[in-house]
């Protein structure tokens, strides 16, 4: 048995290697770390990948070629070449790379996360953009963010006035992640799963247990992914990916169902996502397996982005109580002590505005964006490109480049009052929503969200880290992964400073 699978390993290797031998005579290829047969640069790169690759590109230069297995990779690591990727080639890079995780989960692009570009793209695209993310809709569903934000404050107030946590930090992630949760699930299914004492209904329970066994399966084929012949050593658990599919249009269906009999009997529709897909079902042609696949998109894109935005722009803060401090002069002086922060203010907040987006400039969510698939030969920064590579805009280090920015590392929110960046896609020097074709549609919503926390969190308290830890000893290294989690936690301690009434929610039911 043992020689069979030798001489099957030693084939597959010749074969790669003499594809990337005529990949490198046919093609001018970015330079890049030496990969090894078989498994490429995978043993090379650091558990931090968005860091590998700008330590990478010091030595390389701005772009470079990473190979995962067999596959290509492109890293491009500055504004120009971002632009040049996300613009100038915009169309023959706009494809998206699935893992045999995201194909089953997305039932192969019938959503718009995972969709190759072309005409269901565009059609659902539009949708988004026209439909669930219009100025109109986002006003509408407004009270929903400012309840839950307010549902936020309220749970830090009586966890840190309680006699047994005077003076104690509290795990921040947890009241972020409650808002990420309970918005994310109101703004798509018009559901708060969690009652006012926290306790969790039984589709809630249903609906965490089918995101955790997501990530579980997603997260369970990461190297046989990039090396064919691994991939009948580790077959897809089919029957495991059909339960979970199952499990979640199960869910997904009676949520739907409940929203159409509640239409039936009032004889309109809500703003929730739900609603506006089921309306606007047979207008746009959208099947039920993109409608389902556009809900858990919005689920998947909104649940933790927020949160870990918003755990880091904290950090910062703390880091930094000049600019916390400054932050706090503003809102005093705009809202003042007798009344909470609401989303109109925002225009009258150029600092806090200005702290989001030095949170967003020095931690994007997702660091290096997802992949963009060629599917045809192009050329970026004088390099080919070949149909059927990745490329990765790494805007972590583009948003860090010296070049362009000042103190690139300082975390300075004033270089916002001094020079207007636009984040949305159409300045590549800051990218945390992507640009182009595939720029995040939800842009506005996530920037009015962590920009609405993060004020109620400054103007209601002051924050101290630990007893006993100095501000600049926080830990303010990242998690491996997609996106960039603490890997610490934050710990910190609020002091609340404001009158006892402003402290309560008032609940709002859409």
Known sequence: MALPLLILALTF??????????????????????????????????????????????????????????????????????????????????????SRSAAKFSREGKDLIWA???????????????????PKRLEALRPIREDEVTAMVESVF????????????????????????????RLAFGKRFVNSEGLMDEQGQEFKAIVSNGLKLGASLAMAEHIPWLRWLFPLEEEAFAKHGARRDRLTRAIMEEHTLARQKSGGAKQHFVDALLT??????????TIIGL????????????????????????????VQEKAQ?????????????????????PYLQSVAKEALRLHPPTPLMLPHRANANVKVGGYDIPKGSNVHVNVWAVARDSAVWENPTEFRPE?????????????????????GRRVCPGAQLGINLVTSMLGHL??????????????????????????????????????????????????VDM
């Open 116 to 134: 190759d570009y072309g005409p269901h793209y565009v059609k659902v695209r539009k949708v988004c953009t026209l439909e669930l993310f219009s």
């Open 329 to 349: 002069e503003e809102l005093d002086r705009v809202i003042g002590c007798e009344r909470v922060l609401t989303e109109s203010d925002f225009s009258n907040l």
């Open 280 to 289: 606007l079902q047979e207008q746009y042609d959208l099947s039920e397996d």
């Open 13 to 98: 290797a010749s074969i790669l290697l003499a594809r990337h031998l005529f990949q490198k005579l046919r093609f001018k290829l970015p330079p890049g770390p030496r990969p090894w047969p078989i498994v490429g640069n995978l043993y090379d790169i650091k558990p931090v990948r968005f860091r590998c690759f700008s330590e990478w590109s010091q030595a390389y230069g701005p772009i470079i070629s990473v190979w995962f297995g067999s596959t290509l990779n492109v890293i491009v690591s500055n504004s120009e070449l971002a632009k040049e990727v996300l613009k100038e080639n915009d169309q023959q890079l706009a494809d998206r790379h699935r």
């Open 295 to 322: 809900l858990w998109d919005m689920i998947t894109a909104g649940m933790d982005t927020t949160a870990i935005t918003v755990e880091w722009a904290m950090a910062e803060l703390i880091k930094n109580p000049g």
């Open 158 to 185: 009586k966890d840190c006035a309680s006699p047994d946590n005077l003076g104690k930090s509290l795990l921040v992630k947890k009241y972020l992640g409650a808002v990420a949760f309970n918005n994310i699930t």
């Open 415 to 435: 270089r916002f009052l001094e020079v207007d960046v636009d984040m949305k896609g159409h300045d590549f020097r800051l990218l945390p929503f992507g640009a």
């Open 458 to 507: 400054l103007h209601h308290f002051s924050w101290a880290p630990p007893s006993g830890l100095k501000p600049e000893e926080i830990d303010m290294a990242e998690n491996p992964g997609l996106v960039t989690y603490m890997r610490t936690a934050l710990q910190a301690v609020p002091t609340p400073r404001l009158p006892t009434h402003l402290y309560k929610r008032v609940a």
